[in-house]
Nanobody, 126 residues
Framework: QVQMVESGGGLAQAGGSLRLSCTTS????????MGWFRQAPGKEREGVSC????????DYADSVKGRFTISRDSAENTLYLQMNSLKPEDTAMYYC???????????????????WGQGTQVTVSS
């Protein structure tokens, strides 16, 4: 049974930092591209950042480029998202995702998600 458990969310002030983690089990981590998606109230879920199973390719939403960094640790089967210079508009539920297929060039938008985590809330106050 695949499990993906996010942690690290919480309340931060604008300009602050948070580090999200997604610990996985039940899947061959190195065979999956991983990603972070977020959904704010009243908005559609959007891709924040994704990383290829090789770790060699990444994709970032324009709104987080230069502020967020995605990484993966295959020894720990864990995905990370370092979030710096947080803004109130980053407030959302953040979800970890895993997919073993993607379409077109590598991107969050082309990732075929096979598994989702339960989400961790990030709230940024101004």
């Amino acid at each position: 049974q695949v499990q993906m458990v996010e942690s690290g969310g919480g309340l931060a002030q604008a300009g602050g930092s948070l580090r999200l983690s997604c610990t996985t089990s039940g899947l061959t981590f190195s065979h999956y591209a991983m990603g972070w998606f977020r959904q704010a109230p009243g908005k559609e879920r959007e891709g924040v950042s994704c990383i290829h199973w090789s770790g060699s390719r990444t994709d970032y939403a324009d709104s987080v480029k230069g502020r967020f960094t995605i990484s993966r640790d295959s020894a720990e089967n864990t995905l990370y998202l370092q979030m710096n210079s947080l803004k109130p508009e980053d407030t959302a539920m953040y979800y970890c995702a895993a997919g073993d297929k993607y379409y077109g060039g590598f991107s969050c938008g082309g990732l075929s998600v096979a598994y989702w985590g339960q989400g961790t809330q990030v709230t940024v106050s101004s």
